[in-house]
């Protein structure tokens, strides 16, 4: 039994296709972890998910923040992006069905392998969160999503503040806080304040922030954790960090993570991607 670590797809089912044929994965045999964003600005975001749910056990999902953004557009509670491709989504016989399973998913998992244990989440972990931190507070938050209060969590779900964790914070602010660090995080202030006014790679951070996972005392140093979303950091391996968003949707690459025996034993394995969006 093998288990990868995939990134962002956005919506490319005929890449998914195409590495899961590559590394021959079997579902009764294999086990993937998809870091989130699993449709929306390319082309096929319906098959992306019907394949998900199909194999769900073997291939096990991520909300990333455009997954939120489906539910939230969805519910009628935020207006379509002209450069969203959620159409076919929202207009399938099977749309409620697929949405319901979406709903479903985790924003962290905890996953063992090889007497360890990696924490997989789409964007970053704040600072100030353990890893038993951070899947506890993916809960509060995945209990909104489930239950029948969703509609009005979507409705409170969007904005920038507040831009710290306070463990004091309650109801929609705390959930923001959660689904912000989750799903969007990528650079912080040394004291651990979100910053979501640049997405570029991590070598030009702007004056005063690091990366999410540079900060000096990061609770989960010396976890692996597993995310994508940042596109334009592209890959990167260290002992406790795998970032695997490497574009896909761009026209570069659909990224996997093998792991031998043990989570220090990687291979990387990609296949190459058309252009589905233009930057910017």
Not at 70 to 91: I, K
Not at 104 to 128: M, Y
Not at 202 to 219: C, I, Q, S
Request: glycine letters at 10%.
């Amino acid at each position: 039994m093998a288990l990868y670590c995939i990134g962002d797809l956005q919506g490319c089912d005929q890449a998914l296709e195409r590495l899961l044929e590559q590394i021959d994965f079997s579902a009764s045999r294999d086990t993937a972890l998809l870091l989130g964003d699993l449709v929306n600005r390319g082309p096929a975001s319906l098959a992306v998910l019907r394949r998900c749910k199909a194999a769900d056990g073997a291939l096990l999902s991520l909300l990333g923040n455009h997954d939120l953004h489906l539910l939230a557009v969805a519910a009628g509670v935020r207006a379509p992006s002209r450069r969203d491709t959620l159409a076919e989504v929202l207009a399938a016989p099977d749309c409620q069905v697929l949405l319901g399973w979406l709903r479903e998913q985790p924003l962290a998992r905890s996953h063992g392998h090889g007497g360890a244990r990696l924490l997989a989440v789409h964007a970053g972990v704040l600072p100030d969160w353990s890893k038993e931190d951070t899947l506890a507070l993916a809960a509060e938050v995945e209990q909104e999503l489930r239950g029948p209060g969703h509609v009005p969590f979507l409705r409170e779900m969007y904005g920038n503040h507040p831009t710290a964790w306070d463990k004091a914070l309650q109801g929609s602010e705390r959930l923001r806080v959660i689904v912000n660090g989750l799903t969007r995080l990528r650079f912080c202030t040394p004291d651990g304040a979100m910053d979501f006014s640049s997405n570029e790679s991590a070598k030009t951070a702007p004056p005063g922030l690091l990366p999410w996972f540079d900060v000096p005392g990061r609770r989960t140093a010396g976890v692996l954790v597993a995310f994508g979303h940042w596109s334009t950091l592209g890959k990167l391996d260290r002992s406790d960090l795998l970032g695997l968003d490497t574009g896909c949707v761009w026209g570069g690459c659909l990224s996997a993570v093998r792991f031998g025996e043990n989570l220090a034993q990687r291979e990387w394995l990609q296949v190459p991607c058309p252009q589905a969006q233009q930057p910017g």
